[in-house]
């Protein structure tokens, strides 16, 4: 996914739209910066390094310990999300 980067705000002669875009289009940058940041591929032979609450990744290896497929981090685990009938769960 490529990374939003916030434009300047062109000059309207009016500072407070001005200022209240940059603040918007600053806050829209945060937000899409934190959604690309949830949901990773990770293909590396060890563990994720300090992983947060509500990680989502997708695993290629035998790493977190269930083989390959998408897994939820929680309360310092991992929990593998199953599929049914397209619909993920997680215990």
């Given at each position: 996914m490529a990374k939003y980067?916030?434009?300047p705000v062109p000059q309207t002669g009016q500072p407070v739209l001005e200022r209240y875009l940059a603040q918007?289009?600053?806050?829209?940058?945060?937000?899409?910066?934190t959604a690309?940041?949830?949901l990773e591929h990770w293909?590396?032979?060890?563990?994720?390094?300090?992983?947060e609450d509500?990680?989502?990744?997708?695993?290629?290896?035998d790493d977190p310990g269930s083989g390959e497929g998408i897994y939820y981090?929680?309360?310092?685990?991992w929990y593998k999300?199953?599929?049914?009938?397209g619909t993920f769960t997680f215990p």
């Open positions: 980067v916030q434009s918007e289009l600053g806050r829209i940058q945060m937000a899409l910066t690309q940041t949830v293909s590396q032979p060890v563990a994720w390094p300090n992983p509500g990680r989502i990744a997708v695993f290629d290896g981090y929680r309360g310092g685990s999300l199953t599929e049914s009938a």
